[in-house]
């Protein structure tokens, strides 16, 4: 049983426009969620992440938004660079549940075409 | 480097060996976990240390699979009698609770192949 769902195994961009990631959830007891990003032979790197008791969470050109009650959020990456190019997971806990550990959806593709 | 360190970065064993990994978490992070991946999956989480001890473990980790946290610092994951389906990416991650909202930190892994 899925709990963190990304649909989209791939997504492909030109560099400059803007990238969109989506991830959905189904445990509404979750409430703190990140997203990764994970190059070939690589761990996966911290990008950015989100409190449910928020809605919007920016960094730089990384912007996290997140809709409770469609349990659904999105990264948004604005301005998109090839170097960008990389599989991007969306990861879920329930930090006030007393439960560390992170749920990981299957991760996207994202490619940003110079 | 102050990242989160994993060694060996590869190991390729026959079946039914028993394997070892080592991972050292960034120095100042109380919490640790190991996850494991597999080909078009995120990763799954198997388990986690506050300090030295061992807080939370998935079903996934077997009787065949042990991990040790022992002084608070570095930890193992030991699988014994590996099989082919042990085959996959270990990921360590460590992060530094405090209270509220924390990341974790991934190493880069140890990628297991069982022949």
């Known amino acids: 049983d899925q709990q963190v769902k990304q649909n989209s195994p791939s997504l492909s961009v030109q560099e400059g426009r803007i990238s969109i990631l989506n991830c959905d959830y189904t445990n509404s007891m979750f409430d703190y969620f990140l997203w990764y990003k994970k190059y070939p032979a690589e761990g996966p790197t911290f990008l950015i992440s989100?409190?449910?008791?928020?809605d919007k969470n920016e960094d730089g050109r990384f912007t996290v938004f997140l809709n409770k009650s469609a349990k659904h959020l999105s990264l948004h990456i604005v301005p998109s660079q090839p170097g960008d190019s990389a599989v991007y997971f969306c990861a879920a806990s329930q930090m006030q549940g007393g439960s560390e550990k992170l749920v990981f959806g299957k991760g996207t593709k994202l490619t940003v075409n110079p | 480097d102050t990242g989160v360190s994993q060694d060996p970065r590869h190991k390729i064993t026959k079946r039914g060996q028993n394997v070892t990994f080592r991972c050292d978490p960034i120095?100042?992070?109380?919490?640790l976990y190991w996850y494991r991946q597999t080909l078009g999956q995120g990763p799954e989480f198997l388990t986690y240390f506050q300090n030295e001890a061992q807080l939370e473990k998935s079903r996934l980790l077997s009787d065949r699979f042990s991990a040790e946290r022992p002084k608070g610092s570095f930890s193992t994951l030991e699988i014994q009698r590996t099989e082919q389906g042990d085959s996959a990416m270990y990921l360590c991650a460590s992060s530094l609770a405090r209270g509220g909202d924390t990341e974790a930190f991934f190493g880069q892994g140890t990628r297991l192949t069982v022949v």
């Open positions: 989100i409190s449910s008791i928020k």
């Open positions: 120095s100042e992070h109380n919490r």
